[in-house]
Each structure stands twice: as structure tokens, then as C-alpha cells.
């Protein structure tokens, strides 16, 4: 078996792409998955909220993307949370410049990928905000797409540019990439607000929208100081409680075969 890959992306900023990604890979881990966690984004955020000092780590994301170095001399383990991560700093973002004169530069990622897909059962992919090479790569590199969101007066704009974006991918670079669903992040129930939007999103997306809801719980915000993912730092907080039912629901989807048919 190979690894299912996904793809955590939103252009916009700090919606939430970060605290799901290494949320969900903490609990795909705790759910006994193997897990690969790519950091995508010069910001190294996933790597710190992993336990991994970016100024520190000798290998990242940026020489395996340009084909110096592979995954598997590249990898390091994340000391609390269970799964394995690619790393990435600063030096991500000069990779942008070198990619566009590579052939073949949006499969980079995907290529790199391959030679370790089977020893994982999931690959999470934490793109940047953004619809640059870098997030290209990881659509390239995805067999599905997961779509944070907070459900606020403007979530909707900008959502069809990444639709698009998708829709461009699955026609011209791979052919394989679905939309996976959209997942309700920083929810607040007492918002009428968030209520409303959400139940807009039901209406648009069905069942493309994920059962599992992910508060607004300061524990997920501390968490990235001490270098874990909100799962170990505090398991029993609801932020926590929420990732792992969200876990159990993609994994759930999998083997129930639900993961989209049509196209989005
Ligand atoms: P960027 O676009 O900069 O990469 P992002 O989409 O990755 O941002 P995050 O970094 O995950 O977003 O989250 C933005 C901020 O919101 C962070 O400070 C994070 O700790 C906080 N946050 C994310 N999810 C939650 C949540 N469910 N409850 C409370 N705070 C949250
Ligand atoms: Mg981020």
C-alpha cells in the first residue's frame, strides 16, 4: 500500500492550514498510522509546532524540491509527535526562483514523494498562503485536497480562485486530485455568524463538508510554543478531542470508499 497524500491548502493567511496539519498528522499517529508531515512554507511554522528547531534542522524541504537530496536522508522524526517531518525554513523561499528554470518543476515534490509513499499510510502536505510553485508542487504531489476554513463573513472569497486552481491541476498536471472536503476550523457556536455560514457551506458542498468541527480552543494556539501539536500537549481539550474525531473520519471515509467521486 502507498500512501494516501493530501494537500492542507488555502491562499489565504491564517486560516488555519498549520494547526490542521500537524494536528492531523499527530492524530493519524496516535490513530497508529504512519505519517509523513511536508512543510511547505518558508514560515517553518510546521516544523516548529513540531518540535523542530528550523534554524537548527541540517536537511529540508528546499534540496529535496530541487533533486540534491531525497526524502529519506532528508526526514526527521518529530520527538513528541509521532510522525515523521520534512522540514522547511527561510531557505524555502529562494526555491521558488531556482524551481522556474527546473523542467518539470511542479512535479518536483511529486517525484520526490514517490520513492517513499510506501512507508507511509498518510503524507500531509502544510501549504503556504499562497497559489505559488511551492503549493503548485503539493497539488501536483496530492491525490486530494483538504480545504480549512473559519466559518466568517468572507470565507467564501477567494474559495472558487482555489477551486479553479484545483480544477486547472486535475486537467493539465495530475490527473488524480480530488477536493477531499472542506473542514470547519476556529468555529465558535455562540456566533450566529459562524452558525449561518456554516450552514451555508452544508448547502453549497454537502457532503464535501466534514462532519468533525474544530473549535476555537486556546489550546491549540498554545501548543506550537512548546513545540507539540496540540494533541499531546493537551489530549483531553476539546480542540484535541475534535482533530482526532477528524482523523477517524478521514480515515473512515477511506476505507468506506467515500473519498469524492465526481469531480469538484
Ligand atoms: P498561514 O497562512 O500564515 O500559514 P495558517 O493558515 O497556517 O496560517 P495557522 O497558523 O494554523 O494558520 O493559524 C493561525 C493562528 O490561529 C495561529 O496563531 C493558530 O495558533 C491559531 N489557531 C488555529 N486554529 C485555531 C483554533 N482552532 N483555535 C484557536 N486558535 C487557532
Ligand atoms: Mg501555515
Same mark, same amino acid.
Given at each position: 500500500?502507498?500512501?494516501?497524500i493530501? =494537500?492542507? =491548502?488555502?491562499? &489565504?493567511?491564517?486560516?488555519? &492550514?498549520?494547526?490542521?496539519?500537524?494536528? #492531523?498528522?499527530?492524530?493519524?499517529?496516535?490513530?497508529g498510522?504512519?505519517?509523513?508531515?511536508?512543510?511547505?512554507d518558508?514560515?517553518?511554522?510546521?516544523?516548529?509546532?513540531?518540535?523542530?528547531? &528550523?534554524?537548527?534542522?541540517?536537511?529540508?524541504?528546499?534540496?529535496?524540491? %530541487?533533486?540534491?537530496?531525497?526524502?529519506?536522508? =532528508?526526514?526527521?522524526?518529530?520527538?513528541?509527535?509521532?510522525?515523521?517531518? #520534512?522540514?522547511?525554513?527561510?531557505?524555502l523561499?529562494?526555491? /521558488?526562483?531556482e524551481?522556474?528554470?527546473?523542467e518539470?518543476? /511542479?512535479?518536483q515534490?511529486?517525484?520526490? #514523494? =514517490?520513492?517513499?509513499?510506501?512507508?507511509?499510510?498518510? *503524507?500531509?502536505?502544510?501549504?503556504?498562503?499562497? %497559489?505559488?510553485?511551492?503549493?503548485?508542487?503539493?497539488?501536483?504531489?496530492?491525490?486530494?485536497?483538504? *480545504?480549512?476554513?473559519?466559518?466568517?463573513?468572507?470565507?467564501?472569497?477567494? %474559495?472558487?480562485? #482555489?477551486?479553479?486552481?484545483? &480544477?486547472?491541476?486535475?486537467?493539465n %498536471?495530475?490527473?488524480? *486530485?480530488?477536493?477531499?472536503?472542506?473542514?470547519?476550523?476556529?468555529?465558535?457556536?455562540?456566533?450566529?455568524?459562524?452558525?449561518?455560514?456554516?450552514?451555508?457551506?452544508?448547502?453549497?458542498?454537502?457532503?464535501?463538508?466534514?462532519?468533525?468541527?474544530?473549535?476555537?480552543?486556546?489550546?491549540?494556539?498554545?501548543?506550537?510554543?512548546?513545540?507539540?501539536?496540540?494533541?499531546?500537549?493537551?489530549?483531553?481539550?476539546?480542540?484535541?478531542?475534535?482533530?482526532? /474525531?477528524?482523523?477517524? /473520519?478521514?480515515?473512515?471515509?477511506?476505507?468506506?470508499?467515500?473519498?469524492?467521486?465526481?469531480?469538484?
Amino acid at each position: 500500500m502507498s500512501a494516501r497524500i493530501y =494537500a492542507i =491548502a488555502n491562499q &489565504k493567511g491564517g486560516v488555519g &492550514k498549520t494547526t490542521t496539519a500537524v494536528n #492531523l498528522s499527530a492524530a493519524l499517529a496516535r490513530l497508529g498510522r504512519k505519517v509523513l508531515l511536508v512543510d511547505l512554507d518558508p514560515q517553518g511554522n510546521a516544523t516548529m509546532g513540531s518540535g523542530i528547531d &528550523k534554524q537548527a534542522v541540517s536537511q529540508t524541504v528546499y534540496p529535496v524540491l %530541487l533533486g540534491l537530496t531525497g526524502i529519506a536522508e =532528508a526526514r526527521v522524526a518529530s520527538p513528541d509527535g509521532g510522525y515523521d517531518v #520534512l522540514a522547511a525554513n527561510r531557505d524555502l523561499a529562494g526555491a /521558488e526562483i531556482e524551481l522556474v528554470g527546473l523542467e518539470g518543476r /511542479e512535479h518536483q515534490l511529486a517525484k520526490a #514523494l =514517490a520513492v517513499v509513499a510506501q512507508q507511509y499510510d498518510f *503524507i500531509i502536505l502544510d501549504c503556504p498562503p499562497s %497559489l505559488s510553485l511551492l503549493t503548485l508542487n503539493g497539488l501536483c504531489a496530492a491525490h486530494g485536497v483538504i *480545504i480549512p476554513m473559519q466559518c466568517e463573513y468572507f470565507a467564501l472569497e477567494g %474559495l472558487s480562485d #482555489l477551486v479553479n486552481s484545483i &480544477k486547472r491541476v486535475h486537467a493539465n %498536471l495530475n490527473p488524480e *486530485i480530488e477536493l477531499v472536503g472542506l473542514l470547519r476550523v476556529m468555529f465558535d457556536p455562540r456566533m450566529t455568524l459562524s452558525q449561518q455560514v456554516s450552514d451555508q457551506l452544508v448547502r453549497h458542498f454537502g457532503d464535501k463538508v466534514f462532519n468533525a468541527v474544530i473549535p476555537r480552543n486556546v489550546r491549540l494556539a498554545e501548543a506550537p510554543s512548546f513545540g507539540q501539536p496540540g494533541i499531546v500537549y493537551d489530549p483531553g481539550s476539546r480542540g484535541s478531542k475534535a482533530y482526532l /474525531e477528524f482523523g477517524e /473520519e478521514l480515515i473512515g471515509r477511506l476505507s468506506h470508499g467515500l473519498v469524492v467521486t465526481e469531480e469538484a
